[in-house]
């Protein structure tokens, strides 16, 4: 596969170490941005500016299959992918560093008067570490997890233990998390896909299909083992803290946070309707030993400065606290958070490339992904004309099936029965795989 990577950053210095071994990998950047450490590896540099379309053709754009932009300027990435696209029949990743700029770009793909010139995929760092974050403090580890959908939707396996609260219950009476569906069960290791009527017992291991945040919260609530998560101390209040404290709220777990400015508290109050805001430097130890910071569970430190970040994950430690995160902007410091003993030093840039790892997985086959052994399979089918108009209930398939997700113009949706499906449509649909090619045959043309 050919890749270009505008921008010789540390995120892109990150792809190029990344990948080069296995693809055809170019970089554009000016010279003077180039360190010795793309020297090192076996890629192609080309100089100047990705925004300028005979740089795209000197990099051989027309061949290229994937065009990242990862340079530190939202506006550069941006018109860098918009080129590129035009010009090639090539996939776009672009990074930006505002929710603004996330929000617009994939509304417009969702318009129904979108053109063929659009972004396939936006990157924005900041929400990836706040996911990876909410899962480290909230989710149990999962058996299985397989991304769909650009990382909107998962599916996730759970086993489930005595202890919890759902073993004896029926599916319908449990009240799982809105927008997340159970479409399948292994039980004394042989795999069915369960209706509203089927009891979950013990040793069960539970299959999950929603939107990736949906899991997260479900995970939280239902499969937490021995100790649960019940107060949380976050040490700065930007995008990352903010979106935190939101995601804590919608789970009832008690949250402080702790900010320098002012103005952001006076913000984040307005968005915020349970979280405790403190005006104040989360360096000062009398300030986190007056508000009791020792006791919380959990202790975030998500402030834009390692160093700030590492000198607050210490202090809560000095003070008691169970378990400190600490987010690291350079990727070379996680090493020395980690030996002075930060439980969990976490980067944006790591979560990024973690995604883009994930985008380019080789997923042009229907299959999608397989469970426990081979007995399940995740089905990707596109809707025909024929079925458009259709609710879920009408279809009649021919076999035990869920539709776990739809994907409609880069948008999910986690469907009911009433749902109605349109063409074009992608359905991403969980089935036995001895029952797999009956589903396919059921969605082709008549």
């Not at 100790?227 to 404290?245: D, P, R, S, T, W």
Request: charged share 25%.
């Amino acid at each position: 596969m050919k890749i270009i990577i505008f921008g010789a950053t540390e995120v892109g210095c990150l792809l190029a170490t990344e990948f080069f071994e296995d693809h055809d990998i170019t970089i554009i950047d000016k010279e003077e941005n180039r360190t010795e450490q793309f020297d090192k590896l076996d890629i192609s540099f080309v100089q100047g500016n990705a925004s300028d379309i005979d740089v795209l053709r000197c990099a051989d754009i027309k061949n290229t299959d994937i065009f990242i932009a990862c340079t530190p300027m939202d506006e550069v990435n941006i018109v860098a992918c918009l080129a590129a696209k035009r010009y090639g029949k090539v996939r776009t990743i672009c990074f930006v560093s505002k929710e603004e700029y996330k929000n617009t770009l994939t509304y417009e793909k969702n318009d129904d008067y979108f053109t063929d010139v659009f972004i396939d995929y936006i990157i924005w760092p900041e929400e990836l570490l706040t996911q990876e974050i909410f899962r480290i403090v909230t989710v149990a580890h999962a058996l299985d997890v397989e991304n769909f959908a650009d990382g909107k939707a998962r599916l996730l396996e759970y086993k489930v233990k005595e202890n919890l609260s759902i073993v004896g219950q029926k599916i319908k009476d449990v009240g799982f998390t809105q927008d997340t569906l159970i479409v399948g069960i292994t039980r004394n290791g042989q795999l069915f896909i369960p209706n509203g009527e089927t009891e979950i017992l013990v040793d069960d291991k539970l299959i999950f299909m929603g939107t990736s945040h949906s899991l997260d919260v479900l995970a939280g609530t239902f499969f937490h083992e021995n100790e649960y998560v019940k107060n949380v101390a976050i040490i700065g209040g930007g995008n990352v803290g903010l979106m935190l404290a939101k995601s804590l709220e919608a789970m009832k777990i008690r949250t402080k946070i702790i900010e320098k400015n002012l103005d952001r508290c006076h913000c984040m109050s307005e968005e915020l309707s349970n979280t405790l805001i403190l005006n104040g430097d989360g360096t000062d130890l009398k300030l986190l030993d007056e508000e009791d910071i020792g006791s919380c569970d959990v202790v975030i430190s998500v402030t834009n400065n390692d160093e700030r970040n590492l000198l607050c994950s210490l202090l809560a430690k000095q003070l008691g606290v169970k378990r400190v995160i600490a987010r690291v902007s350079k990727v070379l410091n996680i090493p020395l958070f980690e030996r002075v003993g930060i439980d969990v030093a976490i980067s944006a840039k790591n979560s990024a490339l973690n995604e883009v790892r994930n985008d380019l997985l080789d997923n042009d086959v229907d299959i999608l992904a397989t469970v426990e052994q081979g007995q399940g399979e995740v089905l990707e089918i596109g809707v025909l004309p024929e079925f458009s108009g259709k609710k879920i209930l009408e279809l009649q398939l021919p076999c035990r099936a869920i539709i776990g997700i739809i994907e409609r113009k880069k948008t999910v949706i986690i469907p009911t029965g009433l749902t109605e499906i349109q063409s074009g449509d992608v359905l991403i649909i969980f089935t036995k795989a001895e029952d797999a090619q009956v589903i396919k045959e059921f969605f082709k043309v008549s």
